[in-house]
């Protein structure tokens, strides 16, 4: 084989995927025609490359099982599907981990928030501390029938959404936000309490000078 | 429904790409979701060419992971493939060859490196158009045409390859 011929074999190879789609100008058509009906192995490569594609074209097409739908499907029915279902997955992701401490928090909040409620509600019927024994019979007994169901819940309420901006806040400064204001919260719900509990004790403010 | 429509095709491109049917089914049902979550942001013409490309990346993420790659035809594959073809076939030693040579070429095609090998896909069994394939893999549409050729002149050697170290 000359040098020409193996340029040309070459040449054929290059260019007979090109020729079996119908891309080559006539020119090249004809000069690949040519070589082929001349050159046995041009056009054994020839045939070959038609019963490459002929048997990549009958390979068929599959068909995807059901159970790979129908998982996607129970995948896809599981998802939030509008905006304020995704935004609520999404503070609920971020919420779980701080579920614990704002859980304890909350409870601590919505308790003082209710003795708060208590206490405020007995002052403002009798205007002064309960004295145990007491013979004034106009002294209305607070208790917690005395308060409705209604104040208690908006209590809880309010303490929820203020414990929300803390954690609006959180997610904005981070952790700090959260341990600086919890701690304030916490300082200041003991504080409510201790007073709470001193002004619904039976010896009042007077229990200092009982000690004396 | 989307997934009807596209369900074969993503199935059949993933299972000709990964070669193995858990792959292809995890790859056709993560295409489905995504298909299922982005559509209403894709040109309608085009989510064809986005579900492919959407399916080519997952397989090329798979292939990825794997350790070991150009894994033979998994044995489920080939029964189906088989199923499929040997029922049209009447006289039984042709069709033991056809399948045999089929079984070498479907080993070849595996071997082949991506892109040639989604091209080849594309374009040969599932009969892409070339402005769709181009669409799909975001390359230009005569580089479509020069890598499909090339994929399949790769195809030839290896099948031919393949072929004298069976018959030696």
């Known amino acids: 084989m000359t040098s020409r011929d193996r340029h040309e074999c070459e040449w054929v190879a290059a260019h007979v995927d090109a020729f079996l789609e119908e891309e080559l100008d006539t020119v090249d058509r004809h000069r690949l025609e040519a070589h082929t009906r001349a050159c046995a192995d041009c056009r054994a490569e020839l045939e070959f490359a038609r019963q490459l594609v002929s048997e990549l074209r009958a390979l068929p097409q599959l068909d995807c099982p059901d159970h790979v739908v129908s998982a996607a499907e129970r995948a896809i029915s599981t998802r939030p599907r509008g905006a304020w279902e995704r935004l609520r997955a999404a503070v609920d992701a971020h919420l779980a981990g701080l579920m614990r401490p704002a859980m304890a928090v909350i409870v601590i909040m919505v308790v003082a928030v209710g003795v708060f409620v208590l206490v405020h509600h007995d002052r403002a019927v009798n205007g002064h501390s309960r004295v145990a024994g007491s013979a004034d019979t106009n002294a209305t007994q607070v208790t917690l029938e005395n308060v409705s169901e209604e104040e208690l819940q908006m209590a809880a309420r309010d303490a929820m959404i203020a414990f929300a901006y803390v954690n609006k806040y959180t997610r904005r400064t981070g952790q700090i936000v959260k341990a600086e204001v919890g701690g304030r919260v916490a300082g200041s719900v003991r504080k409510a309490m201790a007073k709470a509990i001193v002004e619904a004790s039976p010896f009042g403010d007077d229990s200092k000078e009982a000690g004396q | ?168």
């Open chain 2, 1 to 168: 429904m989307l997934a009807e429509r596209y369900r074969d095709r993503v199935y059949t491109f993933a299972l000709y790409n990964l070669q193995r049917p858990e792959e292809a089914e995890d790859v056709t049902q993560d295409v489905l979701i995504k298909l299922w979550k982005h559509h209403e942001g894709v040109d309608p013409e085009r989510l064809g060419a986005w579900v492919m490309r959407v399916a080519r990346n997952a397989c090329i993420d798979v292939v990825r992971k794997r350790q070991t790659y150009g894994a033979v035809f998994a044995r489920e594959v080939e029964v189906e493939v088989a199923a499929n073809f040997t029922a049209v076939e009447p006289d039984a030693e042709k069709s033991v060859e056809r399948l045999e040579f089929r079984k070498e070429l479907e080993d070849a095609l595996a071997e082949l490196e991506d892109p040639f090998r989604s091209i080849v896909i594309m374009r040969e069994i599932q009969d892409m158009k070339y402005n769709e394939i181009a669409d799909a893999l975001e390359i230009p549409l005569n580089t479509v045409k020069v890598y499909l050729h090339r994929g399949r002149r790769m195809l030839r050697d290896a099948l031919k390859g393949r072929i004298q170290n069976d018959l030696s």
